[in-house]
């Protein structure tokens, strides 16, 4: 699970970057970064915040986060500037028939390699 801010600007970003990577504000809510930042901006949508289960690869600001810290860094994507939070990690968990079904077609289908065709 990942802990999303959504920022206004690039200055909203960096003030909640500098909030959440303070290590006296390591138990600090997310309630309570974007009521910071509110305080400081006097700016009621200059930061959302929501907690979202993201997978590598489905989302772009993931692909784009090496994720070897818990804090990324100012991500900025399609006009929206976020930083991803890492609050756990969830363990791998077998996937529903439906998010399957897609894979296991493909790999069932037949390719030139297996028939010896030449492309």
């Known amino acids: 699970m990942q802990q999303l801010y959504t920022c206004k600007d690039e200055s909203v970003a960096k003030k909640t970057r500098a909030i959440l990577t303070k290590k006296s504000n390591k138990a600090i809510s997310p309630a309570q970064v974007v009521e910071s930042v509110i305080k400081t901006f006097a700016d009621s949508s200059c930061i959302q915040s929501k907690q979202e289960s993201l997978k590598r690869g ?34 791998p968990e077998p996937k529903k028939l439906d998010e399957a079904r897609g894979i296991v077609t493909a790999d069932t289908r037949p390719t030139s390699r297996n028939y010896g065709y030449r492309s």
Not at 60 to 77: N, V
Request: hydrophobic share 35%; no cysteine; proline share 0%.
């Open 58 to 91: 489905k989302t772009h600001q993931l692909t784009r986060w090496t994720g070897k810290t818990d804090i990324s860094e100012i991500i900025e994507e399609n006009g929206k500037i976020v930083i991803i939070v890492k609050n756990k990690i969830v363990k």
